[in-house]
Nanobody
Framework: QVQLVESGGGLVQPGGSLRLSCVAS????????MRWFRQATGKQRELVSN???????IYADSVKGRLTVSRNNDKNTFYLQMNSLKPEDTAAYYC?????????????WGQGTQVTVSS
């Protein structure tokens, strides 16, 4: 069974930076797409970024130029570098991966990590 563990959230002032990490663990699996989502209080969960196995990326318009997703396939880890943070970036951030393993194809969610941007 594949599991995801996130880290890196916290409290930061506007204009500051954070880097979120998401590590996948388990056995006999291959990761295809990796995504970051976020959910602010009282709002729907939204897609922040997507990175394919080949490294192609997409971003929500609201974060373009400020957030950068990357992955280390050897370590089954991917990252979200967050710069020039704004109060509206405050949310719980979740990683998600599409994996192929012994159980077939499925999506796996991380537990979430809170990012709070406030002075």
């Amino acid at each position: 069974q594949v599991q995801l563990v996130e880290s890196g959230g916290g409290l930061v002032q506007p204009g500051g930076s954070l880097r979120l990490s998401c590590v996948a663990s388990g056995s006999d699996f291959s990761i295809y797409t990796m995504r970051w989502f976020r959910q602010a209080t009282g709002k729907q969960r939204e897609l922040v970024s997507n990175i394919t196995s080949g490294g192609s990326t997409i971003y929500a318009d609201s974060v373009k130029g400020r957030l950068t997703v990357s992955r280390n396939n050897d370590k089954n880890t991917f990252y979200l570098q967050m710069n020039s943070l704004k109060p509206e970036d405050t949310a719980a951030y979740y990683c998600w991966i599409l994996v192929v393993g012994t159980g077939g194809v499925k999506g796996v969610w991380g537990q979430g990590t809170q990012v709070t941007v406030s002075s």
